[in-house]
């Protein structure tokens, strides 16, 4: 990403995965303003409601492949049906745990979409901010 990072959403149904992708940032950059959301449905309804509002939106968006309700992929489509102004503002990065190859093949087929590895570390966090 050519701007800072100054907010970050985490987007992940596991709690924990939540709290240490969390640290990670901050212990990169303690100022980071860090928005967590446990439900995929929740994450997108904030984003719908302030989508011309770059103050409100995150710079990054960490998501979680495996959700209940609206996965990773569907919350993409969504997030693709949204302003001009989001999209242009707001970067995603697929995070997830899998192995399957077709999951890892498919979140890459969006070259505006980056990936990685659960959990992440210190120098993908670098390589991004």
Known sequence: MKAKVKKVMIVDDNEFDCYITSKIVTNFDENIDIMEF???ITAIQYLEEFQNVTAKLPDLILLDI???VLDGFEFIEKFN????????????CILSTTVDDLYIHKAK????????SKPITKEFVESIF
């Open 109 to 116: 087929v969006d070259e505006s979409v980056l990936f990685s």
């Open 81 to 92: 049906s949204l302003s001009d102004t989001l999209k242009n503002h707001t970067k995603i």
């Open 66 to 68: 495996y959700m209940p």
């Open 38 to 40: 446990n439900s995929s």
